[in-house]
């Protein structure tokens, strides 16, 4: 079963790929937004629908001091504090006002935790958005294959005219300060075959990373229920040897199983 975060500010959860981490979920808590449409989003499938509002800067800005607060008292602190949850962040209209806000109370409270952004690089164009990132440690952005079919087979963007090529170029404006995440699966969805660990995939993919020059690339695999079931998770020995080709290339990766 897929599943919805139902706070504004949850964990701290141990993350696969951050350590210790407290989530900001800045979607609304009963419902889902984003601008892609996964078939393996562990929130489900956009048709649940998108809920009900969104939290407001201020009261993000409250629950997350509160939340701090408590933390340093109780001396646990967060690797790191990360944006995430039912959808894309940076869709929130005061994404960049909640960036500075979190940077100060971070700075506040735990002045050594990361904030990380896990955002799905749609939204990169624009000019706001893009200054709030680049002020973010861990500007995690999605890159799941350098072959237009395959995202809109696998991440189905709700915009039509959505092309890797345009995204390579926003993601290049960067300078390298971003990482780029990339979920590699198999299976099927739609009676069509899903693969984006094949040859020509891979040589693809190695091909943008290099013309984006990330400072690092998470690579992984499905952890939850997803809302398309016939898919398999791609194991860690095999992601190795797709992380060693990038290697070879001066690339950091890093595998999560
Ligand atoms: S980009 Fe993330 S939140 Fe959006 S559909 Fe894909 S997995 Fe879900």
Not at 103 to 111: A, G, K, S, V
Not at 226 to 239: A, F, G, I, Q, R
């Amino acid at each position: 079963m897929t599943f919805l975060f139902h706070q504004i500010i949850f964990g701290p959860v141990k993350s696969r790929r951050l350590g210790v981490s407290l989530g900001i979920n800045l979607l609304p808590t009963d419902g889902k937004v984003c601008t892609f449409d996964c078939i393996y989003c562990e929130c489900g499938y956009n048709e649940q629908g998108s809920g009900s509002a969104l939290p407001r800067r201020e009261q993000v800005r409250r629950e997350l001091n509160i939340k701090l607060r408590a933390m340093l008292e109780a001396g646990e602190a967060p690797d790191v504090i990360t944006f995430a949850g039912n959808g894309e962040p940076t869709l929130h209209p005061e994404f960049a006002g909640v960036v500075d806000d979190t940077i100060e109370l971070r700075d506040l409270y735990f002045p050594n935790a990361k904030i990380s952004v896990l955002s799905n690089s749609t939204t990169v164009r624009k000019p706001e958005v893009f200054e709030a990132l680049k002020k973010i440690d861990n500007n995690i952005l999605k890159l799941d294959s350098a072959i237009d079919a395959t995202v809109k087979l696998v991440d189905r963007p709700v915009q039509q005219n959505f092309t890797v090529k345009s995204l390579v170029e926003e993601l290049k404006k960067f300078e390298g300060k971003l990482i780029i995440q990339t979920m590699f699966l198999r299976g099927m969805h739609k009676g069509q075959e899903v693969d984006n660990t094949t040859e020509e995939e891979v040589k693809a993919y190695i091909k943008v990373i290099k013309e984006i020059n990330p400072k690092q690339i998470m690579v992984y695999s499905l952890d939850r229920d997803t809302p398309e079931k016939s898919l398999h998770k791609v194991s860690v020995k095999e992601m190795e040897h797709i992380a060693d080709k990038l290697r070879a290339e001066g690339f950091s990766v890093v595998v999560s199983g």
